[in-house]
């Protein structure tokens, strides 16, 4: 594997279902981030990992919560959505050298999903 | 406040034609950084350019060029002698210090038609 992947590539769940997202980074990275992006909206940052650690929580809602166990792997666990969270969910990361300059973000394919 | 703003929504050109994508940003930080993304219908993001705000110098990587001007908060993306493969959403996006977070604009949809 190469890249950022992404697991699944699709998803439908209904509004009271638990599912999680994946995201693997085999780049070497120590950052990691996830986006939404919705029809329209624009992408919009949803939370910030620098050396594991949450830097970033952009006002996501308490359903959305993330997981970063280790520098290449990062979850977002999901429980009790409603239809307006449909979206592309994408995941990225980035080099954050050691004064704190955080390099160019390289994403993933993203999951697709859609909330019944 | 940070924005970006990309004022094109949709552009069509045909194959072979010059295309401007037009980028305005808005920031209060002295540092900070612009970028351009590429999002293909399969859905990721390609990066294409990275750009500090002590940088204005134009850059140039094959049929792509980039032109910074802070006098008017801009980073225009030009893409020379367009290919149907450069049917694309085109995203400009802001970093506001160093902080990671990016600001991305609405994103143009360029069609390039045989």
């Known amino acids: 594997e190469t890249g950022v992947t992404q697991t699944p590539r699709h998803l439908v769940m209904g509004m009271t279902n638990k599912k999680s997202l994946k995201c693997e980074q085999h780049?070497?990275?120590?950052?990691m981030y996830w986006y939404k992006q919705s029809a329209k909206k624009p992408l919009e940052l949803m939370f910030v990992?620098?050396?594991?650690?949450?830097?970033e929580n952009n006002s996501v809602p308490s359903r959305f919560s993330p997981e970063c166990p280790n520098s290449s792997h990062l979850f977002l666990h999901l429980h009790t959505l409603q239809p307006e969270d449909s979206a592309l969910y994408l995941c990225?990361?980035?080099?954050?050298?050691?004064?704190?300059?955080?390099?160019?973000?390289?994403f993933g394919p993203g999951t697709r999903l859609t909330v019944l | 406040a940070q924005k970006v703003t990309q004022a094109q929504t949709e552009i069509s050109v045909v194959e072979k034609e010059d295309v401007t994508l037009d980028c305005v940003y808005e920031?209060?930080?002295?540092?900070?950084?612009l970028f351009w993304y590429k999002q293909p219908p399969s859905g990721e993001l390609v990066f294409l350019i990275r750009?500090?705000?002590?940088?204005?110098q134009n850059e140039i990587s094959g049929r792509y060029s980039w032109n910074f001007q802070k006098s008017t908060s801009s980073f225009n993306f030009t893409i020379t002698a367009s290919q149907v493969v450069d049917s694309a959403v085109y995203f400009c996006?802001?970093?506001?210090?160093?902080?990671?977070?990016?600001?991305f604009g609405q994103g143009t949809t360029l069609q390039v038609k045989p």
């Open positions: 780049l070497g990275h120590n950052a």
């Open positions: 920031t209060r930080d002295t540092t900070y950084y």
């Open positions: 990992y620098n050396f594991k650690e949450q830097t």
């Open positions: 990225a990361s980035s080099q954050v050298s050691l004064g704190g300059v955080y390099n160019e973000q390289f």
């Open positions: 996006a802001l970093e506001g210090g160093n902080t990671g977070k990016l600001i």
């Open positions: 750009r500090n705000s002590f940088d204005e």
